[in-house]
C-alpha cells in the first residue's frame, strides 16, 4: 500500500469537504474532546461501540456479525469514502483505520495531523454533535489483521516473525513478551508531546526504522491493550510490508493468562505524561 491510500492530507480534505459521500470521524478516545471542536460535519467513532463488550479487555475487537452491524449503522456503506482523525492522539485514528480495513472497507484514509493539520490548513470547526443516517455494509474480512496469543506462541522462536513491542522502552524493559523486539510508536509519529504528535514520520524516515523488522516475513506488533501496535502496524504497511498484524489483547490479555513474560517490573502503558494525551 502506498502513502494516498493510508493517509490524506489536510489540503486535500478541505476540496472534499462538501462531497456527500464522505464520512468523516473523530476518533479521539475522550468524547467531550469531540464536542470541544471537530471537522464540520464530523460524527463520532466511539471506539466501544467496534469492540466486544463481552470482553475482559478494553477494545478487543467485536465479532464480525456485531462489527458489521456497527459499521452500517455509523452510516458507513462500502461505497463511502471515510476519513478518520482524532485530537492529538493518532493511534486511535490509526485503530479506527484499522478496524474498517480488517472488516475489508477500502475506501478508508488517516487524516495525517488530525484536527491540528485541519486548522493549519485553513478548515473551519463545529461543536455540534453530528450522525449520519444508518447504511448498510458488507464485509470482507482480513483476518490476518489480528494475531491472537495462540499465534504469539507459536511464533516467539520464529525467525520469520518479527514481534514488536510498540511502547516507550522503560515499559518494555518492565515486562515484554519473550523474544520480542521494541520500537516504540512514539518514533514513527511527528509533533510534540503536549500539543499531541498527529503526524507519520516520512517514508524515507519510516523505512530507515523499520528497516531490521521489514526482513522478516511476517510483523506483529503489541501495546498495552491493541491502540498503540496499530500505529507500527500501519507504519509497516506505508513502507510496502502486506503481512502485518496487530496483537489485539496484547499485554493486558497476556499477563492476564499468565502466558510467559521476560522483566519483573511495573509496566505502564502510558505514552505521554498528559492524561487527556494518553495512549494505551
Known amino acids: 500500500m502506498n502513502r494516498n491510500e493510508i493517509l490524506i492530507e489536510a489540503d486535500e480534505l478541505l476540496t472534499k469537504i462538501n462531497n456527500p459521500n464522505l464520512r468523516i470521524f473523530d476518533a479521539t478516545i475522550v468524547d467531550d474532546m469531540y464536542l470541544q471542536g ?156 503536549v500539543q499531541g504528535m498527529d503526524y507519520f514520520q516520512p517514508d524515507e524516515t519510516l523505512a530507515l526504522r523499520l528497516e531490521s523488522l521489514s526482513q522478516r516475513k511476517r510483523i506483529i506488533t503489541y501495546c498495552g491493550g491493541g491502540i498503540a501496535a496499530a500505529v507500527n502496524a500501519a507504519a509497516h504497511l506505508l513502507t510496502g510490508h502486506e503481512n502485518v498484524a496487530v496483537y489485539d489483547g496484547s499485554l493486558y490479555e497476556w499477563l492476564a493468562e499468565k502466558m510467559p513474560t521476560v522483566g519483573d517490573g511495573k509496566w505502564e502503558v502510558w505514552l505521554q505524561p498528559q492524561p487527556e494525551a494518553t495512549v494505551k
Open 38 to 193: 471537530h471537522i464540520p460535519g464530523a460524527a463520532y467513532f466511539d471506539h466501544a461501540k467496534f469492540s466486544d463488550s463481552n470482553s475482559p479487555y478494553m477494545c478487543t475487537i467485536s465479532p464480525e456479525e456485531l462489527l458489521t452491524t456497527q459499521i452500517g449503522n455509523a452510516g458507513i456503506s462500502n461505497d463511502s469514502e471515510v476519513i478518520v482523525y482524532a485530537c492529538g492522539m493518532l493511534p486511535y485514528a490509526v485503530r479506527a483505520w484499522w478496524v474498517l480495513r480488517y472488516a475489508g472497507h477500502n475506501k478508508v484514509r488517516i487524516l495525517n495531523g488530525g484536527i491540528t493539520a485541519w486548522k493549519n490548513a485553513g478548515g473551519l470547526i463545529e461543536m455540534e454533535a453530528r450522525h449520519y443516517e444508518p447504511s448498510t455494509f458488507e464485509p470482507h474480512f482480513v483476518p490476518g489483521m489480528f494475531a491472537s496469543k495462540e499465534e504469539i506462541l507459536a511464533s516467539m522462536e520464529s525467525e520469520d516473525v518479527a514481534i514488536v513491542n510498540v511502547l516507550m522502552p522503560a515499559s518494555y524493559e518492565a515486562k515484554h513478551i519473550p523474544g520480542s523486539i521494541n520500537l516504540s510508536c512514539i518514533d514513527l509519529m511527528q509533533g510534540d508531546m
